[in-house]
């Protein structure tokens, strides 16, 4: 509870003309939000941070919308996709492993292979065509089936891994531009609980 008692109520009228997020602010009660010094204080002086801007500035310059009225933009990469190599064999690999953990599971590969004809039927992704099939520009990213049981359903979600290294030892991911963290430090969560016995 913040304050831990209630003030005075006239120490509103020290910022009468000020629109306050919590105009009770003299009364104790519970935090709804707490936010770190490595934010407030930019936020405070008008700052923005600069990373969001980056982000922001390329999706500006780089998004689009097609004719279904979808957004697209192109991968925010720091480093040129050139220096990927090949991933065509690692998916491979890949795949055929799926692929039999698949054949030892029938309900599994069902499902895995209505996503796949599912995505396909949105456009999702399309098959590569046969002139391209060896084009060495091209990334194939290896992907597995994750199953997970509700109390009605059964459902799967296909994870697309974008951090498989190619032949150059360097994956997708360790190309493009990575956003702040959402969650915490855990040992700064942890930190911030208080124990009573």
């Given at each position: 509870?913040?304050?831990h008692?209630?003030?005075?109520?006239?120490?509103?009228?020290?910022f009468?003309?000020?629109?306050?997020?919590d105009?009770?602010?003299?009364?104790?009660?519970?935090?709804?939000?707490?936010?770190?010094?490595?934010?407030?204080?930019?936020?405070?002086?008008?700052?923005?941070?600069?990373?969001?801007?980056?982000?922001?500035?390329?999706?500006?310059?780089?998004?689009?919308?097609?004719?279904?009225?979808?957004?697209?933009v192109?991968?925010?990469?720091?480093?040129?996709?050139?220096?990927?190599?090949?991933?065509k064999?690692?998916?491979?690999?890949?795949?055929?492993?799926?692929?039999?953990?698949?054949?030892?599971?029938?309900?599994?590969?069902?499902?895995?292979?209505?996503?796949?004809?599912e995505?396909?039927?949105?456009?999702?992704?399309?098959?590569?065509?046969?002139?391209?099939?060896?084009?060495?520009?091209?990334?194939?990213?290896?992907?597995?089936?994750v199953v997970?049981?509700?109390?009605?359903?059964?459902?799967?979600?296909?994870?697309?891994?974008?951090?498989?290294?190619?032949?150059?030892?360097?994956?997708?991911?360790?190309?493009?531009?990575?956003?702040?963290?959402?969650?915490?430090?855990?040992?700064?969560?942890?930190?911030?609980?208080?124990?009573?016995?």
């Open positions: 509870m913040i304050p008692h209630d003030l005075d109520s006239s120490m509103r009228e020290l009468g003309d000020i629109s306050l997020a105009p009770a602010f003299y009364k104790s009660g519970p935090i709804d939000v707490l936010l770190g010094v490595d934010l407030t204080l930019p936020l405070l002086k008008g700052q923005t941070l600069s990373l969001e801007e980056a982000c922001e500035d390329h999706f500006v310059k780089t998004h689009s919308r097609d004719e279904n009225g979808r957004y697209t192109k991968l925010p990469f720091h480093t040129p996709p050139t220096r990927l190599g090949n991933s064999q690692n998916a491979i690999r890949r795949l055929i492993s799926v692929e039999c953990h698949l054949i030892s599971n029938p309900d599994k590969y069902k499902l895995y292979r209505n996503f796949i004809k995505y396909l039927d949105l456009k999702h992704m399309e098959l590569v065509p046969d002139s391209e099939i060896n084009n060495i520009k091209s990334l194939y990213l290896p992907h597995h089936g997970r049981d509700t109390s009605c359903t059964r459902k799967l979600r296909v994870v697309f891994d974008a951090s498989s290294k190619t032949s150059s030892g360097l994956s997708l991911n360790d190309l493009l531009m990575v956003g702040p963290r959402v969650q915490p430090e855990l040992s700064l969560f942890l930190s911030s609980f208080e124990f009573s016995v």
